[in-house]
């Protein structure tokens, strides 16, 4: 009898396998790190060969460390980072080039040229519910093509393949055999049509993408093959795929309409479940495919609204700044001042995401002083996290009509209690904390173990769930409508 599900969270900087068992609790965990390759100034890389050996590097630690067998594990599921883009041979599975990571915006003019039309940028928008912009996979894919030596000849011939790092992952476990992406991945592209479910003849017309390099679409929980790669247990069937944030609304199971989600990772990632219904905003968000349980007979959707630097400003300053050694340590630092002495930091290191979409913003820090000090800066970046979601909850409550009461949390710097109440002051409304916040791993894990039949249903899921964290919100609504000001006059400031 099986056990356990493994679920694969592959993320923007590091990969990790996680053990979970039949209660939804995480048994164990490796991780492995990977570096960041910056090439030129807003360019993020990452070797696909890095991706793949910290994610085989995890998961072989985890079966190594639990001395598992293939008859012990139900099925594999596979969260990942989302948008960023890999071209590989079709036959030896070299990729053509380093992956271009989806915070990466080397392709923003190119977008401008191709989708400057307003007609053009309106039928984008409305095959894919996405916004134009570089963020998405179909710029990505068209420039490898165009500035890799040789690589549109070879794509032409049918040579090459594309996948985002989830289908790269299944690509190399199942040994070549596979080559599939799953439906909130493929939302996430700019080249899928989410009313249609299937890649958009038009837009791969647009953006010059040869179809024959595009992967098969399946359901978000069901087969995607069996490992078949050396030092791994051989037939652990692949049961679950799911973007990170659709994963994280799995795992917090928002599996109804109403039901909200924020995920505090290198970025923040704000999802409304929407149900049947695509709802398209007239408020600069995103309208996206959401994973389903097997069975749902149709397409579930939602609304996102993309931060593109949330905990990655905290790396920032620890990495490149030195305000801090270990981002554990920023509580601690915010919680020294009172307040940030009026200063506000505005992270548009690459461009500003939902709901105002400039990719050519850059960070910056408004309100110094003589008197400013490191924790100061370090409050003012946790705060900012807190204002650009507020900056989402407005445009989604227009988009909805319905003001949000209650917002589930997870990711890393959810763990941040600073963050959180600070979070529910500014919005003024309960946030709901889950007692294990790695809910993408888990929406991952829960996703395979449906499809695998470890779990019987849904309702089985929500059983699991344990007493939530609560914050409710302690500030005035006059000195929350204060600091949002100040927070909106230096976003203004950012983007003159």
Not at 10 to 19: D, F, I, M, N
Not at 259 to 285: D, I, P, R, V, W
Not at 331 to 347: F, H, I, N, R, S
Not at 383 to 396: G, H
Request: with cysteine; proline share 4%.
């Amino acid at each position: 009898m099986a056990q356990y599900v493994i679920a694969l969270d592959q993320g923007t900087t590091s990969s990790r396998a996680v053990l979970i068992d039949k209660k939804g609790q995480m048994i164990d965990v490796a991780q492995r790190e990977f570096p960041q390759i910056y090439p030129s100034p807003g360019w993020v890389e990452h070797n696909p060969q890095d991706i793949l050996l910290s994610q085989i590097g995890s998961l072989s630690e985890l079966v190594g460390r639990n001395n598992l067998k293939a008859a012990d594990i139900a099925a594999i599921g596979i969260d990942n980072q989302r948008e960023t883009t890999l071209v590989w041979d079709r036959t030896t599975g070299e990729p053509i080039a380093n992956a271009i990571v989806w915070q990466c915006r080397r392709t923003a003019r190119l977008v401008d040229e191709l989708c400057g039309d307003p007609q053009i940028a309106q039928t984008i928008q409305e095959k894919t519910g996405l916004l134009p912009d570089a963020y998405f996979s179909a710029s990505k894919i068209k420039w490898l093509l165009d500035n890799v030596d040789g690589a549109r000849d070879r794509a032409e011939a049918g040579e090459l393949i594309f996948g985002t790092v989830d289908t790269w992952l299944i690509w190399v476990l199942t040994g070549g055999a596979v080559h599939a992406t799953d439906v909130t991945n493929a939302s996430r592209t700019m080249l899928f049509n989410i009313h249609e479910g299937a890649w958009d003849p038009w837009l791969l017309d647009l953006f010059t993408v040869p179809a024959s390099m595009m992967p098969e679409v399946r359901p978000s929980s069901g087969s995607f093959g069996e490992t078949h790669y050396l030092g791994i247990p051989q037939g652990i069937p692949i049961m679950g795929v799911a973007g990170d944030q659709q994963a994280a609304l799995f795992g917090q199971c928002c599996f109804e309409a109403g039901q909200a989600k924020n995920t505090y990772g290198t970025g923040c990632f704000l999802l409304l479940h929407t149900g049947a219904e695509a709802c398209h905003s007239k408020n600069n968000l995103v309208t996206t495919i959401a994973a389903s349980a097997p069975g749902t007979g149709h397409l579930e959707y939602a609304l996102e609204g993309s931060v593109f630097m949330a905990g990655a400003t905290i790396q920032w300053l620890r990495d490149e700044v030195g305000l801090l050694t270990n981002a554990a340590d920023s509580e601690a630092m915010a919680l020294a001042e009172t307040d940030t002495g009026g200063v506000y930091l505005v992270p548009a290191h690459t461009g500003l995401g939902a709901p105002y979409w400039e990719p050519d913003a850059r960070g910056t820090l408004v309100g110094l002083t003589r008197g400013t000090n490191r924790n100061h800066i370090v409050r003012a970046a946790l705060e900012a996290m807190a204002y650009q979601i507020s900056d989402l909850v407005k445009a989604m409550e227009a988009d909805s009509g319905a003001p949000l009461t209650q917002l589930n949390v997870d990711g890393g710097a959810s763990r941040n209690n600073f963050l959180m109440q600070f979070q529910s002051d500014v919005l003024g409304c309960e946030l709901h904390r889950p007692q294990n916040p790695e809910t993408t791993a888990l929406g991952a894990a829960y996703l395979a173990g449906l499809a695998a039949g470890f779990w019987e249903d849904t309702n089985a899921l929500k059983a699991l769930r344990s007493n939530d964290d609560v914050f409710t919100p302690k500030m005035s609504r006059v000195r929350a409508a204060e600091l949002l000001d100040g927070w909106a006059d230096a976003v203004r400031r950012t983007i003159m």
